[in-house]
């Protein structure tokens, strides 16, 4: 993985970093710290049921 991101130019680099947000299947939040591990607990109940 380190190698992929040693030999990567910064046009890629931010093209993939823009490619993640584009993405329609997950989505990147800034939560609180002190609200992750509640966030966790309802990620992991969610995909046992």
Not at 6 to 14: F, H, K, L, N, S
């Amino acid at each position: 993985m380190l190698d992929h991101y040693d030999v990567q130019t910064d046009e890629e680099a931010v093209a993939e970093d823009e490619a993640a947000f584009e993405a329609t299947t997950h989505t990147a939040m800034d939560i609180p710290i002190e609200l992750v591990p509640a966030v966790r607990d309802l990620i992991a109940k969610r995909r046992k049921a």
